[in-house]
């Protein structure tokens, strides 16, 4: 061998203290395991075992016949309307207060525009610290700070969104076309006019698709903000369950799934036009 | 010209209509501009009181430790359950026609069901604990990545599969020693993304009683104790970094 393909190769190691490096790493991973499976009380013969409490479960929230179908789809159905209502509403409010706030943002923790390359790191680190907690945990937080209610959940979103939407708009803000940028600075202009005229007519679509995404986000995420007490159709759920009435949680589980699987579908679509 | 005013027109349309929206949310939901005027001080303040209590350091860390066990056994537990829906749903396997689009669907649905929800189940029919936040997280695990699994199983190149039949290969075999080594690592670098995300989820299933960090974090908040919010919001913080900055480094070298 020359020297060149020994250094560029990666370091070989022998049949033997290969065989020995995977005993170790299978070893590792088993002990984790073992420790998991003890941390947790985890038993899939004791899952397998109770399943049928599981069945159980869904045989009682499943309506068993015709009349307690129509009766809940007529008589409970049109009651969810408002909480619904308020699903959309407080992940449109999350969705539009991030859009807002991530705005300065993304002018601060994107590369090529950013002030100064501290600030651009500053920012950058509390982008990535604000989403290591998800929404849900936010929620909580804003439920004990300022009670319970939608507010509460507008906030949460509103503080998640700001940083995914910050992340994503600065990824595209880095990968714009400098050309534009160079030429309106070449003739004079000002880094106010150079963000007018050159990044964002180049980032608008980008970001409006991605605001478009972290709504489908903050959709679904709003569906089960209630059930840690910051309104929307959760709080109804969480209410149906600890009243033992599986029949109306069923009809809003089913509703909300309907509602997800249409949003989803929906948002594809015009993300796929959008760019 | 008429374009531009055309489209200039159809984007102050589309603005009004965001507006419009907002609004109608704004009310909807009684969102008072004054009174979170005044109530953004207490805020702030109460993210001031989240000085981490040095005391509880400790049992926020050995309940994060039951949050990964979790994460990991709900992790593995979806990641075995969707192979073999991977393959009912990858369209250049087919066993039979309709399978795919059939596989297609049941993870498409696994996956629009919060595991929250699934959380509040499980936790109703197994009891509060650790077990059901495993079992909440690897049944919504198995949407995803069966999905993402029949992706990778789409790709696969058909030339050693194909050079092993003429050779008279078993199905089984051609299975053993073309499909799954391509598969494999990119089936694993999958799973250590999910295993990211369902960290996450882990650390809220606590919220519903399913074990792990967030039942500690939910005392905390209901008792106002905010320094205690601050020592698990730090744990948190502090494992979800290591894990994925972890797993991305575990990923590169995979793929």
């Not at chain 1, 075992?49 to 929230?61: K, N, S, Y």
């Not at chain 1, 100064?116 to 937080?141: C, E, F, G, Q, S």
């Not at chain 2, 250590?192 to 960290?199: D, M, S, T």
Request: net charge positive; proline share 5%.
């Amino acid at each position: 061998m020359t020297p060149r393909s020994t250094a560029s190769a990666p370091r070989e190691l022998g049949p033997r203290r290969l065989k020995l490096l995977w005993l170790i790493a299978g070893i590792a991973v088993a002990l984790v395991y073992a420790l998991s499976a003890r941390a947790t009380e985890f038993n899939l013969w004791i899952v397998l075992r109770d399943g049928d409490m599981f069945l159980q479960l869904i045989r009682e929230m499943v309506p068993s016949t015709k009349e307690r179908w129509l009766h809940l789809l007529t008589h409970y159905l049109p009651r969810l309307k408002q909480p619904f209502l308020q699903t959309a509403q407080i992940a449109m409010l999350g969705t539009a207060g991030g859009a807002v706030l991530s705005v300065p943002l993304v002018l601060l923790a994107s590369r090529n525009v950013t002030p100064h390359p501290a600030v651009y790191v500053i920012a950058k680190a509390l982008m990535n610290l604000i989403r290591t907690i998800p929404d849900l945990l936010y929620a909580a937080i804003f439920v004990a700070a300022v009670g319970v209610g939608p507010l509460s959940g507008v906030l949460a979103l509103t503080v998640f969104s700001t940083a995914v939407l910050a992340k994503l708009a600065s990824e595209s803000v880095e990968a714009v076309d400098p050309g534009p940028l160079e030429a309106i600075r070449a003739a004079g202009g000002t880094s106010l006019q150079v963000l007018r005229h050159g990044v964002a007519p180049q980032v608008a679509p980008l970001f409006w698709s991605h605001c478009l995404y972290v709504f489908e986000v903050n959709i679904r995420a709003s569906t089960v903000l209630g059930l840690v007490g910051a309104g929307g159709i959760g709080q109804q759920l969480q209410l149906m369950l600890s009243l033992f009435q599986y029949e109306n949680a069923f009809v809003i589980i089913l509703v909300t799934f309907l509602l997800v699987v249409a949003i989803d579908f929906v948002a594809g679509r015009i993300r796929e036009r959008l760019v | 010209m008429s374009g531009l005013a055309r489209s200039a027109a159809r984007r102050a349309a589309v603005a009004a209509v965001i507006i419009v929206l907002c609004v109608w949310a704004a009310q909807g939901i009684r969102l008072d501009i004054q009174r979170i005027g005044r109530g953004l001080p207490a805020i702030v303040n109460i993210f001031a009181l989240m000085v981490p209590d040095r005391q509880w350091l400790w049992p926020a860390i050995e309940a994060m430790g039951e949050t990964l066990a979790i994460a990991l056994i709900g992790t593995t537990i979806g990641a075995l359950a969707a192979v073999p829906v991977a393959f009912l749903a990858a369209r250049n396997v087919v066993v039979y026609r309709a399978a795919a689009a059939v596989g297609r669907q049941v993870s498409n649905a696994i996956r629009a069901f919060p595991e929250l929800v699934l959380g509040v189940f499980f936790v109703a029919s197994y009891g509060p604990g650790a077990a059901a936040g495993a079992l909440a997280i690897g049944v919504h695990s198995i949407g995803m990545l069966a999905r993402l699994y029949a992706d990778i199983i789409e790709n696969v190149d058909p030339g050693p599969a194909e050079a092993l039949l003429a050779a008279g290969a078993t199905r089984l075999q051609v299975f053993r020693f073309a499909i799954l080594p391509q598969v494999l690592p990119e089936f694993i670098a999958t799973a250590l993304y999910r295993f990211e995300i369902n960290l996450r989820s882990a650390n809220v299933l606590g919220l519903v009683g399913a074990g792990g960090i967030g039942v500690v974090l939910l005392q905390a908040l209901t008792l106002r104790r905010w320094g205690v919010v601050g020592a698990c919001l730090l744990v948190i913080i502090a494992a979800v970094s290591a894990v994925d900055y972890g797993s991305a480094w575990l990923r590169r070298r995979l793929v």
